[in-house]
């Protein structure tokens, strides 16, 4: 079984997030870079496939250069290879122009399932997977909160607000996960020595044949028009009690005014 | 240009930007076992102290983590560097100085004498598991009445036919209670030889030393030997005399170099992260001149002690660290993180006793580390006898 995991470089979600003011885009190279954690779900996910089946697991990751520290702490999971694709005409893509990317590598190489992290930490739009699976015409199973692989056939349930969906399908098909789907491990220090000597297969845009025009800020389906910072937290309200239990209807009054209550 | 900027603010937890320093597999594993030790250590160790005991399943996770004997060539050990070796040292020690013992107990005292003077039988028999943590070492040299000078054991392997029978009693020695197997030195017809000892051999016996206010995240425990017979394979056939023991404690001092910053970064880290959020006369401690001279002290010895730890771990791999330079590394960076732990015990007040901080902690375990390993005086003799060609020890 051949398995693809998709990555992504993402600011540390522990610092503070810069966006350029020129180009609206996130500027990645403000501060640490780190591997998105939810991908670290869709890896162990991959390992256990891996585990169970001797599956070979890929990771793919559209970045720059610099990214390639992202690609080397994927594959230190015990991981086999990696696929980046670079291009300068790829930064400013959205969401879209990003899977339009994804797809076009996929499609180059073969795989059973694609396992993305149902989201990444610095966007948050979780519509990748799905516009890869669209751009595919491959069954596209999100949200997965357990996920089984049986022959030919996969089994995901699908989280939701009210619970689960079981969801079938057959192989090849594109998998999102949630973080409630497995508890990761950490990377051994074999893997971490291993990882540098992994094969790595850098490709552009026109070796994935993609029109350049195609991707990137130009072409965005979505437009940013403006942007701030989150505005300070305003103080809260105190509410004091006199010594005679006034609090509590002063409490209640105010959640009910709030329609907390 | 003047190469000197003044728009870089540097981060005061690493203000010489050591991180600059680290290669990327350096930079992955330092993240890997930060992020272990902040899952699985910090939030528990304040209770583990306080009741004194280690959890027996770290054993496996540090096993899985591969940092059992990391620095030794094959038997399942990863053949990292040693620096790696110092900084996977240094981020446990930043947890609790009981788990870096473990593992340096482990990987330095009782894997490395196998690896380096056993046989093939004994390698085979035990590394593979003790790197997988299945199976736990320890140590034998230090005597009730036989500490800095080792030479004087009284501990003695008697030949009797083919096999070996020991006797003595060995103090202080970490992890002894829960070993599988232990490497014992005694004083033979043929001077200091080592033994691999199977705790469950007949006539061998572990209990815990006196109560203790330090490590005591860390199992410690006096061996006893009544006739405990050996078969005649049992001894480490690569070595004979003082320098066996002492090569595998220079193994470990190198650890505990780096170790003992790892401490000092998280006492000062501590204060540092107190000093701004506890109010005073209407202001945060950390406004006030005496508490940022001692932040600043801090900053600086932690600093220092890290750049010291990082060219001995790049001395060491070039094949080009002298056993007095470690002396150098383990007697000036254990005394800076006892400095510093006591000076961030000062900034946190009366909170800076309790366990709900990590400094008392660090405080309490960080003498046991200024006195094992070589004393804070022995290395200081060592040195002096490196300046001077005078030999004070005796």
Redesign the interface.
């Known amino acids: 079984m051949k398995v693809i995991v998709p990555v992504k470089r993402v600011p540390d979600t522990a610092g503070d997030k810069v966006i350029d003011a020129d180009t609206k885009t996130m500027d990645r190279d403000a501060g640490e870079t780190v591997l998105c954690p939810v991908n670290e779900f869709a890896i162990e996910e991959a390992v256990k496939l891996k585990e169970a089946t001797g599956a070979e697991v890929t990771v793919l990751l559209i970045g720059p250069d610099g990214a390639q520290s992202t690609i080397r702490k994927a594959l230190s999971y015990g991981l086999d290879g990696a696929i980046q694709v670079t291009d300068d005409a790829i930064s400013g893509s959205d969401a879209l122009g990003t899977a339009r990317v994804i797809a076009a590598a996929l499609a180059d190489v073969e795989f059973d399932v694609v396992i993305f992290g149902n989201q990444s930490t610095d966007a948050r739009t979780s519509l990748v997977p799905a516009a890869v699976a669209e751009l595919l015409d491959l069954p596209s199973l999100t949200y997965a909160r357990f996920m089984e692989i049986d022959g030919d056939a996969i089994t995901v349930h699908r989280e939701h607000e009210e619970g689960w969906d079981v969801v079938e399908s057959t192989l090849p098909a594109v998998v999102s996960v949630v973080e409630a789907i497995n508890e990761p491990r950490y990377p051994n220090f074999k893997g971490i020595m291993a990882a540098k000597s992994k094969p790595l297969d850098v490709k552009s845009l026109a070796d994935l044949g993609v029109d350049a025009a195609a991707v990137g800020a130009g072409d965005a389906a979505a437009t940013m028009y403006a942007f701030e910072p989150r505005p300070p937290k305003a103080a809260g309200t105190i509410v004091t009690d006199d010594g005679s239990g006034s609090a509590a209807d002063d409490l209640a009054d105010w959640m009910e005014e709030q329609k907390f209550i | 240009m003047s190469g000197v900027r003044t728009d870089l603010a540097p981060t005061p937890t690493d203000f010489l930007d050591v991180r600059s320093m680290l290669d990327?597999?350096e930079?992955?594993?330092v993240d890997?076992v930060r992020?272990?030790v902040g899952d699985r250590v910090l939030p528990d160790i304040g209770d583990w102290y306080d009741q004194g005991i280690i959890p027996a399943e770290l054993a496996g996770e540090l096993g899985?983590?591969?940092?059992l004997g990391?620095h030794l060539e094959g038997y399942g050990c990863?053949?990292?560097s040693s620096t790696?070796y110092g900084l996977?040292c240094l981020e446990l020690e930043a947890g609790d100085s009981g788990v870096r013992s473990f593992v340096s107990v482990q990987g330095s005292l009782a894997m490395y004498p196998i690896w380096a003077f056993g046989s093939e039988e004994q390698k085979q028999q035990w590394l593979p598991e003790m790197a997988a943590g299945r199976a736990i070492g320890c140590f034998g040299l230090t005597e009730p009445d036989s500490g800095s000078d080792p030479s004087s054991m009284r501990t003695t392997a008697k030949r009797d036919g083919d096999d070996w029978v020991l006797n003595g009693t060995k103090m202080w020695i970490t992890n002894g209670g829960v070993a599988d197997v232990a490497v014992v030195w005694a004083r033979t017809d043929e001077g200091v030889r080592g033994f691999v000892v199977p705790t469950d051999t007949d006539g061998f016996s572990a209990r815990p030393v006196p109560p203790k206010m330090s490590l005591r995240a860390s199992v410690t425990s006096e061996l006893v030997f009544t006739d405990l017979r050996l078969p005649g394979d049992a001894v480490l056939p690569g070595v004979q005399g003082m320098r066996g023991p002492l090569s595998c404690l220079n193994e470990a001092r190198f650890g505990i170099l780096f170790g003992a910053v790892g401490a000092a970064r998280a006492c000062y880290e501590s204060a540092l992260d107190y000093a701004g959020t506890r109010e005073q006369f209407d202001r945060p401690i950390a406004s006030f001149q005496l508490t940022q001279r001692k932040l600043v002290e801090m900053m600086v010895a932690v600093n220092k002690g890290m750049l010291v730890a990082l060219h001995l771990g790049r001395r060491k791999d070039a094949g080009e660290l002298a056993a007095t330079q470690v002396s150098f590394g383990k007697m000036d960076n254990v005394a800076m993180a006892l400095e510093v732990a006591r000076t961030a015990r000062s900034v946190l007040g009366a909170n800076g006793i309790t366990l709900e901080y990590p400094v008392i902690r660090h405080m309490n375990n960080l003498e046991s580390v200024f006195t094992y390993e070589g004393t804070n005086e022995i290395h200081t003799l060592i040195l002096g006898q490196a300046l001077t060609g005078i030999n004070a020890f005796t």
């Open positions: 990327e597999q930079r992955l594993l890997t992020d272990w899985d983590l591969g940092l990391m990863a053949g990292s790696e996977a």
